[in-house]
């Protein structure tokens, strides 16, 4: 398995505060991302990174920030979370944009009451 | 907007049984590839399939890649309960992004 670790696993929080969620990788991969999944929408693009401090925007990236200060590390904040904002997320990398195949992390449940 | 259709959205079946899902887009993808996930994990892949009118084939799962690279689809021979799970199909473009089907939930009953 590629090494992968999000923190927390399960987070419940209530509506207005503000939450960041981790993503750590050992692979030293380049690209990191984070996507939430919901029923019905398969996984979505919020945020990704091409490289320590480089960032850009997902198809859904309202109300959500990120941060990569060393290449191992993917923080994803959310500023004042929603009950919208209730779903899995889940962080992925891999080597490469395009064909390069995904790696996941085994995700964060958030329940934003 | 660019859009993957995945079907069917669930799908419940016998051991034993042959069953295939599709992916079907108006647009075309420089490659498309397969996940499967499992309850509390996240998706793993399965194959990437490149070329237009490519077959790949992992042990009962076929996979095969349209002409016209914009429509998959994924059989299964002899379904197992060991196949259990949600499916997905994600079509590479470029800008860094995968469009992602919305899955199909797969149960093989004993």
């Known amino acids: 398995d590629a090494g992968i670790t999000q923190s927390p696993r399960h987070k419940v929080t209530e509506t207005g505060t503000p939450v960041t969620l981790r993503c750590h990788q050992t692979e030293n991969h380049r690209y990191m991302y984070w996507y939430r999944q919901d029923p019905g929408h398969g996984l979505r693009l919020i945020h990704y990174s091409y490289g320590v401090k480089d960032t850009d925007k997902g198809e859904v990236s309202d109300g959500y920030s990120v941060s990569r200060s060393k290449t191992e590390d993917f923080l994803l904040t959310l500023e004042s979370a929603t009950s919208s904002q209730t779903s899995v997320y889940f962080c992925a990398i891999s080597v490469r944009t395009e064909n390069s195949p995904l790696h996941f992390g085994n995700g964060t449940r958030l329940t934003v009451t | 907007t660019q859009l993957l259709e995945q079907s069917p959205q669930f799908l419940s079946i016998q051991e034993g049984e042959n069953l295939t899902v599709y992916c079907n887009s108006s647009s075309v993808f420089s490659s498309l590839q397969w996940y499967r996930q499992e309850p509390g994990e996240g998706p793993v892949l399965l194959v990437t399939?490149?070329?237009g009118g490519e077959v790949k084939k992992l042990k009962r799962l076929t996979f095969q890649f349209g002409d016209a690279r914009k429509d998959s689809s994924l059989h299964i021979t002899a379904a197992q309960t060991g196949d259990t799970g949600l499916y997905l199909c994600a079509g590479a473009v470029s800008n860094y992004q995968l469009i992602w089907g919305a899955g199909t939930k797969l149960i093989i009953k004993p």
């Open positions: 399939v490149v070329t």
